[in-house]
């Protein structure tokens, strides 16, 4: 049989290299040619039909063994292909090989069997730290030169594993899942696959790792553990091109310390519904390349990780050296995200020409007190956000943690919150942002760092917003906004500035009669200023809570 396969992929020309200089004052001033590239692994000709070993289409023979059979064979005599021709393939979880590439018919279903029996609980990552879980569907560790390739699906059956609660889904769909099976929740709002799924969700800690415990102590809850759909550790030179993942448990794809990744036309497809149902999860790897792909996410679209707490810190190993181009988030958190598990920090990654319909942020960059970690030296330009559900723009170091100094709408801010700064504090620096537009959302523009550790070195430029709301800077200092236009539904105010300094505006742009454009608090406000904006005779500034007049220059 002959396939239409390359044994090469030849990347892009759409790269930048970039002076990796912190000094710049703006983002305009780096180009985005020879950008950091991903070797491709090249695979042999031969080809490896999975009828051969008896496998057998129609979504009711379970094809574990003869799929398994298929990969050992190609893998052992030198690599090649393993082609799942058009069908519908039921199985069970599946471990890829070094030089395979599975390639999937256009018209080819691969469908990961809801007998959880078939999953073996293993000890592995989940949300940055050691775990229990079930196996991944599909999996490979300490591989080299590994590809999944083709137009066809990966279906993880996910609708079998996750909980759902009720006020999220239509009376249609949570009907049809409770007639199904499964019990729920004392309060019946929530459904869960089983008993021991519910048991799990009121288990402190659940799947993590203690001392003294093995795999069969987890055996009770081992329906709340949920698998990632598909997962590769501490590989190199891998290729996933074509195919569409679709339904998973948890995340989605989760790519766990690789090097030399590359994610070209890949589709993510899940319930909006979908708990943890992240379309991509990149977690300290190196040499990164995603573009033309697609997500439509139950969680965050794109997501850059390094690792949680201390055991990320322990780890020490930075996502870097990363593209993202040509990306369509249509449903998600977050669009573009980074944390926030990120404690082993993440540098160097470039991002441009996406667009995010639907999320419920667009660029979101969060982290929290405990993480640790510094992420830098991140590039972004030509962004295209529509009905973004609430900021467009969102650093935030309160993840998942009420600010107890919440900034109020009048620019007050309660009470300070500052701890000492430690291992434990993270970083967010160095951040040149152009070429954004978004149609629709509650926020342009929130920067909200911590008392202790403000966010630092921010270049936002070449920016026009539809949005109910402006600009919103918390503990703040060395930002940059030059060429921003906010056309806003409420204008009162329409800049916030909390305990921020050193911040420049230079050409806001904003509504003919905002009720206040600027609203300036706090007692470490310094050397903000205002160039070539026009300035209401009256209701331009108020200050509160320690900060003056002569904390503002406007020229």
């Not at 995200?337 to 993440?346: C, D, L, N």
């Not at 060395?478 to 500035?497: A, C, G, W, Y």
Request: glycine share 8%.
């Amino acid at each position: 049989m002959k396939l239409f396969i390359l044994s090469c992929f030849v990347l892009s020309s759409v790269f930048f290299t970039v002076p990796y200089c912190a000094s710049a004052q703006s983002s305009s001033s780096y180009s985005f040619d020879n950008l950091p590239k991903a070797e491709v692994p090249v695979f042999r000709n031969d080809t490896f039909n999975i009828t051969d070993y008896g496998a057998k289409a129609g979504g009711r023979k379970l094809n574990t063994e003869s799929i398994d059979k298929a990969i050992k064979a190609c893998s052992s005599k030198g690599g090649g292909v393993v082609f799942v021709p058009e069908g519908t393939w039921l199985t069970g979880p599946l471990q890829l090989q070094s030089n395979v590439n599975l390639y999937l018919d256009h018209k080819a279903i691969l469908l990961f069997t809801s007998d959880f029996s078939q999953y073996r609980l293993i000890k592995t990552n989940w949300e940055g730290v050691p775990a229990v879980r079930n196996e991944s569907p599909l999996s490979g560790k300490n591989l080299v030169n590994v590809a999944i390739t083709g137009h066809g699906i990966i279906d993880g059956n996910g609708d079998a594993w996750r909980q759902m609660k009720k006020e999220k889904v239509p009376e249609a769909i949570w009907n049809a899942q409770v007639a199904g099976g499964g019990v729920l929740s004392e309060d019946k709002k929530t459904w869960y696959p089983s008993e021991g799924a519910l048991q799990g969700s009121k288990t402190k800690d659940p799947g993590v790792i203690l001392d003294g415990k093995t795999l069969e102590d987890y055996r009770p809850i081992k329906d709340f553990l949920r698998p990632n759909l598909f997962v590769l550790s501490n590989c190199k030179k891998i290729l996933i091109k074509g195919v569409t993942f679709q339904n998973s448990p948890a995340w989605t794809t989760h790519f766990l310390v690789c090097e030399d990744l590359t994610l070209d036309g890949m589709a993510v497809k899940n319930p909006w519904y979908a708990q943890n149902g992240d379309g991509t999860d990149i977690e300290s790897c190196k040499n990164v390349v995603v573009e033309n792909s697609t997500f439509a996410a139950g969680d965050d679209g794109i997501c850059i990780k390094s690792g949680k707490d201390e055991e990320g810190r322990k780890r020490g190993l930075p996502t870097e050296n990363l593209v993202v181009h040509n990306c369509i988030v249509y449903r998600a958190h977050g669009g573009f995200v980074i944390g926030s598990e990120m404690s082993g920090g993440a540098r160097n990654i470039f991002v441009s020409d996406c667009s995010f319909i639907g999320t419920d942020i667009g660029l979101r960059f969060k982290t929290k007190r405990g993480r640790g970690g510094l992420v830098e030296n991140i590039f972004v330009r030509n962004i295209s956000m529509k009905h973004i559900v609430k900021q467009a723009v969102l650093f935030d170091m309160y993840y998942e943690a009420k600010d107890p100094s919440t900034v109020t709408d009048d620019g007050t801010r309660k009470k300070k919150d500052e701890v000492p700064v430690t291992e434990a504090t993270p970083r967010f620096r160095n951040f040149y942002i152009s070429n954004i537009t978004c149609d629709g959302a509650e926020r342009a523009i929130m920067v909200r760092g911590l008392p202790e550790m403000s966010i630092e070195n921010i270049y936002l430029e070449h920016m026009k917003f539809n949005t109910q709301k402006g600009i919103q800077l918390v503990d703040a200092k060395n930002i940059v906004l030059r060429d921003v236009t906010v056309k806003l539904d409420d204008t009162n105010p329409v800049v916030l500035v909390n305990n921020a300094s050193n911040i420049t505006f230079d050409g806001l742009r904003y509504n003919d009669d905002p009720k206040k454009l600027f609203s300036v608090s706090g007692e470490r406000c310094a050397n903000i200023n205002v160039t070539n904006t026009k300035i209401p005779a009256k209701g331009s500034v108020d200050f509160y809570d320690g900060a003056t007049a002569q904390s503002m220059i406007i020229k």
